[in-house]
Each structure stands twice: as C-alpha cells, then as structure tokens.
C-alpha cells in the first residue's frame, strides 16, 4: 500500500536481538488532533464525518442505519496510515470524548462484541497468526486522534512479548496470572471484580500504576468472553485510572495467543511518568509504587 510515492509498511528483522521492526513512512502523514496539534478541526471518527475515513469493515450500529453513515455505537476501518498489510481502527462511541471512562457499560459491551468480531475476521486471513489489539489514550501515550478508539495490527506471528510470556509460563508448575489472582485479595491488590473477570494490580508493576484485566478462568478465550461481565470490568478499570490519577494519558494492550492455552489478560500503562535510558537500553524497569499502594488508590476511586 502507497501513498504519493511513499513506500507501503514492511517487517523488517533487527539483527542484533531477531526482533521485527514495523517500517511504516507512511505514518509520518497522519494528521495530529490531539496535544497542541487538535487545533479545532472536525473530528474524522465523529459521526458526520465517516468519509473522511476509509469504508467501514463492520460496526455496531442502530437497526436500519446504512453503513458509513451515522448510527454506530462501534465503527471498524481500515487505518489510512498502516503500520501493517493489515491494520484497522475501531472508533468507540457516537460522542466524542477522550477518556473511555466516558462512556458507559453498554457502550462497551458492544465495542468488546466490535473487538471479538474483527480479531476473528483479521486472524481468518491468508498470512495472519496473530491479531494484536491495542488503545492508545492522549498524545502522551501516542494517539493521533482524541475519540475513543482501538486499533488491530494483523501480524504473520505473535510479538515477541507475547512469546516471551508463553515461554516464562510453561517453565513454571502453575499459571502465573491465575496465582496473581488467587494472592491479590489477600494482598490487598486487587481493584474491582465482577463475574467473570477482575482488575488488579500486578506484583510486581514494571512501572508506576500498571493494571491488568483478567479471567477468573485460565482456559477462558477472549473470542468467547462473556461481554457483559468483561464490559462491568473494562468500565471499573477505565473509572478508577480516570479518577484516581487524574484523567491520565495511557496505553493498554491485549495478551492472547490464537489458538494456544494462554491464560489472556489486558495490561493498561498510565503514562504518568517517561521511559529513560534503564527501560529504553536495557529492557528493564524502576517503579516507585508499589502494587498495594496503587490499588488502594485506584480502589479508592471507584468509591
């Protein structure tokens, strides 16, 4: 894919450590609507302005409404500036705001239902292994637009992370986020809970307020989730980061591996603070908050 002579994304293989690197000069055009660059213009994820992205892939939309115009809850695009052969958008909500603490349960269940759907589609594709859902929240964290919005890199393998985890797991007797489970009420970790799922914080964090979304059940698949209890927990997780540090700006991330036995898990990073030369050289992390303290606080915020 091309865009006025600029070449289309490609992985390239970093050959002092084997990791892919995404080449994607094309991304150098994306327009900035958040930070000092929003400058006031429309909001191209609104509803409005749905042809100033490509066509709709699948959405969650009112009965009767025709696609690519107003009427969605979730709205699923290619991206106009890919990282990959396959990169896609999902705008979340009709209203536009920022922080998904903003939107409500219902709302997000039908986003998660948007989510299953397209990582489903995406990994049926000719040449996908493995389709990595991510949300970037303010330009601190990376978004280039303010509304709620996720996006999915179809890639040919799982990132390396994510190999990583798979491999540190099966070295161990027992599943590591199911023993973070079973320890975080008694360590006072543990943030919010609902049928299915749970929030909490990690222990150790690698950094400052990380939080993680997990199934009570270990072979639980994300494609099959049960959304109204995954929706009660994505919306506790978002409240409590919102209120409790102050509207941050964030990332957050889905682990799973398709088709394996993956304990799967969402990880949110407020970016509270800034990576420096011992994470960015060394592959290693300092963290001044320690686990309870942050779930006290986040708990706090919840009320």
């Known amino acids: 894919m091309s865009d006025g002579g600029a070449p289309g994304p490609r992985t390239v293989i970093e050959p002092t450590t084997g990791r892919p690197i995404l080449l994607a000069p094309l991304r150098q055009q994306r327009p900035i609507h958040t930070g000092h660059g929003a400058g006031g213009r429309p909001c191209p994820f609104c509803p409005g302005q749905e042809a100033e992205t490509p066509p709709e892939v699948d959405a969650e939309r009112l009965a ?68 990595f859902l991510f949300k970037n929240v303010g330009a601190l ?104 540090l102050g509207a941050p700006a964030f990332n957050l991330w889905l682990h799973r591996l398709p088709g394996a036995r993956f304990h799967w898990h969402i990880e949110l990073q407020p970016r509270t603070g800034q990576l420096a030369g011992l994470e960015l050289g060394g592959d290693m992390y300092i963290n001044s908050v320690p686990a309870r303290t942050a779930a006290l606080r986040l708990r706090q915020a919840l009320g």
């Open 64 to 131: 009767g409404t025709a696609p690519d115009g107003p009427g969605w809850t979730a709205r699923a695009f290619a991206n106009k500036y890919p990282a990959s052969e396959h990169h896609e958008v999902i705008a979340e909500g009709a209203g536009h705001c920022e922080q998904p603490a903003g939107l409500d349960v219902a709302t997000w269940q039908r986003c998660l239902c948007l989510w299953q759907r397209r990582i489903a589609a995406l990994e049926r594709l000719p040449g996908v292994g493995c389709a």
């Open 141 to 244: 964290a990376g978004a280039s637009i303010a509304h709620n919005h996720s996006q999915i890199l179809g890639l040919p393998e799982p990132p390396p992370r994510l190999l990583l985890e798979q491999r540190c797991a099966a070295a161990l007797p027992h599943c590591p986020w199911c023993a973070t489970i079973a320890t975080a009420a008694r360590d006072q970790r543990l943030i919010a809970a609902t049928p299915d799922h749970v929030v909490l914080t990690p222990d150790p964090p690698r950094l400052p307020w990380e939080t993680w979304l997990l199934p009570r059940r270990c072979d639980d698949d994300f494609l099959t989730t049960d959304t109204g209890s995954l929706a009660a927990a994505m919306h506790a997780l978002f409240a409590a980061i919102d209120r409790g």
